[in-house]
């Protein structure tokens, strides 16, 4: 398995810590951009219901459950 | 096979770039369909809603109070999407670097969109067929987070079911015959898919007055909105992984993976 170039640290080899740990810093980002919008009622945006209800029906169409 | 810098392999960065791309335009695909089809419903909905709550001692304000009018939710509903597909994208991109290591593909334009095809089944059909879309009016507030708790269940339980369909597929010997692979492969995602059916909750809260065809008419309108989102990001996806880092679209050639090395032994 050939090391990856400095310039390109993050596709091989397999087992390679950085890019797991870049990867688990991604999902985690997305995840909480996935929650502001399907499931935040303020608690974490601090917006009150604003974005919940800006959102509201982007969030019945995606069929996230809502009230 | 050609290892020129020309076809150095994408980062984990490009790839994720070309994800969240594929999610943003998707996103706003899906909300140019819910606006069309799905919007109308919406409102239907609502005016039933609120002819509730102006009859009757209901207390949900949820919509009267107006925080957000219906013009600004409209707004809202490709705003929602956007974030949404753009999430989508970059878990999609995320989740194809980290399985494009451990499995070979000989064809990344056609990979990428199987992923996507898998996420569609285990993230939308899936949940979609014990928990449909509810417009508003239907639902009780009371249950929300039970109802959240389960969906969110089903959607993970969608993913091991593809998981467990692609596992039966690749037990079966490649030399088989097709029915065999694909059968194990419809087993074992009909056994998982099912096992979540049976134990997760089931609730029926759809008031007995409202009218079937809108209910019928909106979850279509919310399949159509998913469906959309994640056909598109597939589609998208899949051509940018199809193009070449530095080389462009190169048709016919699929020796030179743009991943190139993982999963192969074949590099020397």
């Known amino acids: 398995m050939s090391s990856p170039t400095p310039a390109q640290p993050l596709v091989h080899p397999v087992g390679s810590a950085r890019l797991w740990w870049a990867a688990l810093a991604v999902v985690g980002v997305l995840l909480l951009l996935t929650y502001l919008v399907a499931f935040d009622q303020g608690a974490v945006s601090r917006s009150g219901m604003f974005l919940h209800e800006l959102m509201h029906d982007g969030r019945h169409l995606l069929g996230v459950p809502c009230h | ?268």
């Open chain 2, 1 to 268: 096979m050609p290892l020129t810098p020309a076809h150095n392999p994408p980062t984990f960065v490009t790839v994720l770039i070309r994800g969240l791309l594929a999610g943003l335009v998707a996103g706003l695909l899906a909300g140019g369909f819910g606006y069309l089809v799905g919007e109308p419903r919406i409102d239907a909905a609502i005016a039933i809603e609120e002819a509730a709550t102006h009859t009757g001692p209901v207390a949900d304000d949820h919509h009267a109070e107006d925080l957000v009018g219906r013009d600004g939710q409209r707004f809202g509903l490709f705003l929602a999407t956007g974030l949404f597909g753009t999430a989508m994208g970059g878990l999609l991109a995320t989740a194809y670097v980290l399985l494009r290591r451990r499995f070979p593909a000989a064809d990344d334009g056609r990979s990428a969109l199987l992923l996507a095809g898998g996420a569609l089944l285990g993230v939308v059909l899936v949940p979609f067929g014990k928990y449909p879309a509810n417009p508003p009016a239907v639902g009780n507030p009371d249950t929300i987070d039970q109802r959240t708790v389960a969906y969110l269940a089903l959607v993970v339980l969608g993913l091991v079911a593809v998981w467990a369909g692609t596992l039966g597929y690749r037990s079966v010997r490649a030399d088989a015959p097709p029915w065999q692979r694909y059968g194990a492969a419809l087993g074992g995602f009909a056994l998982v898919a099912g096992v979540g059916y049976v134990v997760l909750p089931s609730f029926q809260e759809v008031p007995d007055d409202f009218p079937a065809t809108l209910l019928w008419n909106f979850r279509l309108a919310s399949l159509g909105t998913q469906v959309v989102l994640w056909v598109a990001v597939g589609l998208l996806f899949s051509a940018l992984m199809s193009r070449r880092t530095g080389g462009g679209p190169r048709p016919g050639d699929r020796a030179g993976e743009p991943l190139s090395g993982q999963g192969t032994p074949a590099r020397p």
